[in-house]
């Protein structure tokens, strides 16, 4: 936006409004396409050389892929209204948006990615328990759920209240801590990246990350596609930290994990069974 805005910056507002939204939609389709469809090709390319990855026997279904990419277009739409008004409050000077990296040092350009992340982190799991909450689940969360064996593309497939709940916390950082705009760019795509890997449908975690002590730490796949099937345990985002502390994660998470990437038994779809069916 430093090289765009000055030249629309003198456009008359409406003009700069539509050019700004679409801009912006365009490339949050272009990222949402861009990263689910590789990875929806790659959970085919694992279904072929390594089923025993795959967390549910239930068959990904067409319809359940339309329905998924169709909430993500209402997401879009929702991530569009709120990036341009983060933009738009960052030109008014009213956030902690900065472009010159020498102006909080470097140590702090790499220090603030983990931290907004892990600011994220702690906000999603929140804002995902109290979306489960009696009278609330019902009319948002639950169409996210309706993929009780997501795929990739229902990484953002919201209903667009939850999809504003979900970006709201962007709001919150930009305005709390100083945020280097490519910093905010990488938390961005990572967000996604991470969400993709959530709803895969397969667990790619290496078992040297995820038995390790960083491993321990973090969410997985598995987790999360046990809490579709579930719909309760295992709502944290990158890490299991909450779950842990909170006694929210799953009592059988880790076995799940272990039986989808124990490549070198003869468990198989079958060894999964009775976590499946739970």
Do not use: C
Request: no cysteine; proline share 5%; glycine share 8%.
């Amino acid at each position: 936006m430093d090289v765009l805005w000055p030249l629309i910056g003198s456009w008359p507002l409406p003009l700069k409004l539509g050019f700004l939204g679409v801009a912006i939609a365009l490339l949050i389709l272009l990222r949402y396409f861009a990263f689910t469809s590789i990875a929806f090709g790659f959970s085919r390319l694992i279904e072929r050389y390594s089923p025993m990855r795959r967390l549910q026997s239930k068959p990904f279904t067409s319809k359940q892929i339309k329905r998924e990419i169709g909430y993500s277009m209402l997401s879009v739409l929702t991530f569009t209204g709120v990036v341009g008004v983060i933009i738009l409050m960052s030109q008014a000077g009213w956030t902690r948006i900065y472009s010159d990296a020498s102006k909080h040092g470097v140590l702090w350009f790499w220090l603030q990615i983990p931290v907004a992340l892990l600011i994220q982190d702690w906000y999603f799991y929140w804002m995902h328990r109290i979306v489960h909450a009696p009278g609330i689940y019902e009319y948002v969360h639950n169409a996210h759920h309706r993929s009780t064996n997501p795929t990739a593309f229902a990484a953002f497939a919201f209903h667009p209240f939850e999809a504003f709940l979900e970006i709201g916390i962007f709001l919150i950082i930009v305005l709390i801590i100083p945020m280097h705009s490519i910093a905010l760019l990488f938390v961005g795509g990572f967000s996604l990246a991470f969400n993709v890997y959530g709803h895969l449908g397969y667990e790619v975690m290496p078992r040297f990350i995820g038995k390790s002590p960083l491993g321990y730490m973090l969410n997985k796949s598995a987790y999360h596609n046990q809490h579709h099937r579930t719909y309760r345990y295992n709502y944290g985002l990158y890490t299991a930290i909450w779950d842990r502390l909170h006694g929210t994660l799953h009592p059988e998470a880790e076995q799940l994990y272990d039986r989808a990437t124990k490549l070198e038994t003869k468990e198989g779809l079958g060894g999964n069974a009775s976590i499946r069916s739970e």
